[in-house]
């Protein structure tokens, strides 16, 4: 048995998330993916469709990169199990996007 794990970044991430939800479908639990800096790739519909069809896949966002939010004005939306990192030199705290304003986690970096 195998599994292929679909990793990506930025408009990378976006193509990643279209071709995770069509080998899921295909393959089912085998299919997972990690996706840094993406865009939205569709409406509510789409992204319900994606968090059921594709059972484990993980989002990384860094909150200040204009690329995440875009596009705007389609009703596109981000993908549910997205989070969000907000970082400068010392630290680091990554959230949900959607969910309550605690931290998942905060690292401190010494220099």
Known sequence: ?????????????ALATYFAQDL???????????????PRTGDQAWADLVDRTVKEYAVFNYVIDAVTHVPTGLGYVTLP???????NAFLERWY?????????FVRYHAF
């Open 96 to 104: 949900d996007v959607d969910g309550p304003q605690q931290p998942l």
């Open 81 to 87: 199990r997205a989070s969000r990192e907000e970082t």
């Open 1 to 13: 048995m195998y599994a292929v794990m679909i990793t990506a970044h930025s408009l990378g991430s």
């Open 24 to 38: 899921a479908e295909l393959i089912g639990e085998r299919a997972s993916a990690c996706l840094f800096a993406s």
